[in-house]
């Protein structure tokens, strides 16, 4: 039986120098212990990839699979959050998001060490013979969510126009290469809901490449139907973060915080199952549109460690796997095709 494959753990948050988490052979070694067969790699970090050897030679992106092998996990995907956020950037957000690059880059420069970094991203994922690369879009008008003042008449155009010239290139090697471009739509980025994907996806001509990284936790926090969601965009999820969140909103803090701490929000992440996602119908309704690639863990909890987060994961994912049927529950009663019969019980003969 077909089936979503799992359970797979994003690395990034877990990563810090010290063992076990500080090299892809201890980290490794480690969430295989936890039941991960799976793991998405952070191409940012160095202590787990160098994305210009796997970028550059097929060999050794095939030692770096039989490595991984040699413990019992996959390369899920890449993951080019960071070089995704700051390919399209607002300058105000040019300080805080420095961390993301190379010290002493600035304005165009940004841009172009993004653009080579998502290229070299596909490259990699291409040796790798994974075909989602999850992104994050960038953006020039987050600040502009809320209408007050009234924006300009053509200003959110005027964005998209330029977000789509940035990525344009990037989605058009992305699909010579086999590979689609995941947006994980998120507060922060231009490309946070069903609606911002939709004015993308007409600003690229509908661009076959450019698809979804599904994640409901960042739908909890904006209200929108996570469920509903995946009805309306399933063709485009290529990728898929298991996260939870919870909203729980009171006289004080609503959906914009009040400027709060993690843990003095209303909207909240959680470890798995301890927030408001129904799993079981996200599953449930993936699993019915056809996705079959990967359910992975990322963990971002303001309560729960870490580890206890990891270890607790991935026997949440396995419980909700499924396997998809190919066969009816009621077959047992049933029958060859008869045409005449079938005339016959509509009252047609």
Known sequence: MASMKGPAILLAQFLRDEPPYDNLENIGRWVAGLGYTGVQIPTWDPRVIDLDKVAESKAYA???????????????????????????????????????????????????????????SIQASANLGVNALPVMSGGFAWHMIYPWPQRPPGVIETAFEELARRWRPILDMAGDHGVTIAYELH????????????????????????????????????????????????????????????????????????????????????????????????????????????????????????????????????????????????????GEMDADANRRLLGLD
């Open 62 to 120: 095939d030692d770096y699979l039989g490595g991984l092998a040699d413990l019992g996990l996959e390369v899920t995907e890449l993951a080019s959050h960071l070089q995704g956020q700051v390919l399209a950037m607002h300058p105000a957000y040019a300080d805080g998001f420095s961390v993301f690059h190379p010290p002493g880059l600035s304005g165009q420069e940004v841009t172009e060490w993004a653009t080579d970094q998502l290229g070299k």
């Open 187 to 334: 507060p922060g980025s231009d490309l946070y809901d069903g609606a911002t994907f939709e004015m993308f996806l007409d600003a690229t001509n509908n661009h076959e490449a450019a698809c979804i990284n599904y994640d409901p936790s960042h739908f909890v926090l904006q209200q929108l139907d996570y469920l509903d969601f995946i009805r309306r965009y399933a063709d485009r999820i290529t990728a898929f973060h298991v996260k939870d969140a919870e909203f729980r909103p009171d006289g004080r803090v609503g959906a914009y915080g009040g400027y709060q701490g993690w843990t003095g929000r209303a909207g909240r992440f959680r470890s798995l199952g301890d927030g408001q996602v129904d799993f079981t119908q996200v599953f449930t309704l993936l699993t019915e549109a056809g996705y079959r690639s990967w359910a992975v863990l990322e963990w971002e909890c303001c309560v729960k460690s870490p580890e206890q987060g990891a270890a607790e994961g991935a026997p949440f994912i396995a419980r909700h796997l499924i396997d998809a049927a190919d066969v009816a529950f009621d077959d047992f009663a049933g």
